[in-house]
């Protein structure tokens, strides 16, 4: 069986954990496990066993998780995808306009 688990980010956190204590418990399956790191932040794969495979996606992918700590970088890095770079930069822009509706303008911008 194969398993592909897609995070935003592999940092110290609740989820990120529990997905590493739950790719532990399937060390005895007969598994192939493979885990794609979103935003690139990649704290804990030191902690992966050796039979993950982690997986790297284009960085015009990065955009889509609507990091504002990295977006600019990220929209200089794809200049040629330019009707992404430019959804991103509005939404990143009204959403600091309106910090209160952050998850519905998120909602927004994926529909």
Do not use: C, R
């Not at 790297?56 to 609507?66: E, V």
């Not at 040629?80 to 519905?104: D, E, G, R, W, Y």
């Amino acid at each position: 069986m194969k398993i592909l688990f897609v995070v935003n980010n592999f940092n110290f956190g609740g989820p990120q954990k529990s997905l590493l204590n739950l790719i532990y418990e399937l060390k005895d399956t007969n598994t192939e496990i493979d885990i794609i790191i979103l935003n690139q932040e990649d704290t804990l794969t030191k902690y992966l066993p050796k039979y993950v495979n982690v997986k790297t996606i284009s960085s015009k992918f990065s955009i889509l998780m609507l990091n504002k700590n990295n977006l600019i970088q990220n929209m200089l890095k794809n200049l040629i995808s330019p009707k992404l770079v430019f959804n991103a930069f509005i939404f990143m822009s009204k959403s600091q306009l309106n910090l209160h509706n952050n998850t519905k303008a998120k909602q927004k911008f994926w529909i």
